[in-house]
């Protein structure tokens, strides 16, 4: 593994090709867990049907990417929205939609899915943010995806 | 061994004792438990020992059992000395429940001093019982049991001799209220003494089970989703009991803590000053 001198962790160059050996159980097609279109938190809807009482899942971008079985293990059964903390305009919005997935969609659970690098815990402080603003409580999941697609941690925040 | 494995852990204790103590290595209550009706082989599973230390103990106690019947040694490092207890982590509803043990273990804690002021000939002496017996009944077991009973355990096989021993611990600590209740109309102080303690013995060794094992346990197998509903579900029970329930007893705790803590205070005050005057008791 090679790695470069940028300064910022969440753009620091990083190699793992060697993981390719590693790869298990690749036969056969797997079936996509999305549900709903759109999915990016700017453009999802709380009014839309599928949010409504929702376990729903708040992913950073790169997670899907990063995580083998992102599908299978964590998008199946929920509604998702998508968004990058780093790099997204405008994510004053972001706590106002969340806080209205939570009283008005009444969604059942929320479950942020971040990067391990520092700009990614944005997200979860934007969720925490729209929960201390809302009414209604709920709990919500905060998972931690390595950059290597490991799960690093998981916590309840609320 | 299947037919151990299928025993009542009481029954297994009783016959072989050292078993008890090869439990107690690994943070395993049962000696104390005051039902023991649980399977052996639920014991070891309930406890979510790492597998390495599973089959430790299942050696230990296949060991102990059969001392002269050949058995392979596992290749794992035997746990010799005690495990250390890991930071259990609770869902949110199950958070509620751990925290609402907190107050109840307050007023446990304060058992003791309240055996030492408690008087059934004066009218505010009776009122604080009163006034505990409402703290149990309408906190501890409608607020906090209730949740357990009518949502939380509904999430689980309800045969499961870890939940009829729970369920068996309520019904137990309403007897011992309900015979708080029958001591005080007849001005019974020793008995009134004597059932809050067994109401104290056979709480702190029910919340204990229920923070460690049971909690944890019913944790591990629940999904996203069903934590979703059983929040919401707790929200509901204690809109209907009424949100202002729980603020109502965390007062009264902090209040009785107050309380006790003078007149402990000052009948030490005084039992030293007539133990100094007098040179001993009167």
């Known amino acids: 593994m090679s790695a470069s001198n940028c300064g910022c962790p969440g753009a620091k160059m990083q190699d793992f090709r060697e993981k390719e050996s590693e790869v298990k159980d690749e036969i056969g097609k797997r079936a996509s867990q999305l549900r709903q279109w759109p999915i990016q938190l700017h453009l999802v809807s709380p009014q839309a049907p599928y949010f409504q009482k929702a376990d729903v899942l708040i992913s950073a971008d790169c997670v899907g990417y990063a995580l083998g079985d992102f599908h299978k293990d964590y998008l199946k059964g929920k509604t998702i929205a998508i968004a990058c903390p780093k790099l997204d305009e405008g994510q004053e919005s972001y706590v106002e939609k969340i806080k209205s997935l939570i009283e008005d969609a009444q969604v059942n659970t929320i479950t942020i899915m971040t990067m391990e690098v520092p700009c990614c815990a944005g997200l979860v402080a934007i969720a925490q943010e729209s929960l201390a603003l809302s009414k209604r409580k709920i709990p919500v999941k905060s998972i931690v995806v390595g950059i290597k697609g490991d799960i690093l941690s998981e916590d309840w925040v609320s | ?282």
């Open chain 2, 1 to 282: 061994m299947e037919k151990y494995l299928n025993t009542p852990i009481k029954e297994v204790i009783t016959r072989f004792t050292e078993v008890g103590t090869i439990l107690e290595q690994f943070n395993i209550g049962c000696v104390p438990c005051s039902v023991g009706s649980c399977l052996l082989k639920d014991v070891v599973n309930i406890h979510n020992l790492p597998d390495a230390q599973k089959i430790d103990l299942m050696y230990l106690i296949e060991k102990n059992i059969y001392p002269d019947r050949k058995i392979k040694k596992p290749k794992i490092k035997p746990c010799a000395k005690k495990i250390d207890n890991k930071e259990i982590k609770y869902s949110p509803p199950i958070k509620r429940l751990v925290d609402e043990h907190i107050l109840i273990k307050k007023l446990l804690a304060l058992i003791p001093y309240i055996m030492e002021i408690l008087d059934v000939k004066t009218k505010s002496g009776r009122e604080l019982i009163v006034n505990i017996v409402d703290f149990i009944r309408s906190y501890a077991d409608k607020f906090h049991h209730a949740k357990e009973e009518d949502i939380l355990f509904k999430y689980v096989d309800n045969n499961l001799d870890i939940i009829n021993t729970m369920l068996e611990d309520h019904k137990a600590g309403r007897f011992h209220v309900k015979s708080i209740v029958d001591a005080l109309t007849k001005g019974d102080k020793n008995a009134i003494i004597k059932h809050l303690m067994e109401y104290k013995k056979l709480l702190t060794q029910h919340i204990k089970k229920e923070d460690e094992i049971l909690y944890p346990w019913i944790d591990r197998g629940l999904l996203i989703t069903q934590v979703g509903e059983i929040f919401s579900k707790f929200n509901e029970a204690e809109k209907n009991i009424g949100e202002k329930a729980a603020k109502k007893y965390k007062k009264f705790i902090e209040d009785l803590e107050n309380y006790t803590n003078k007149c402990v205070v000052k009948g030490r005050r005084l039992l030293r000053r007539t133990t100094t005057k007098g040179g001993r008791l009167k």
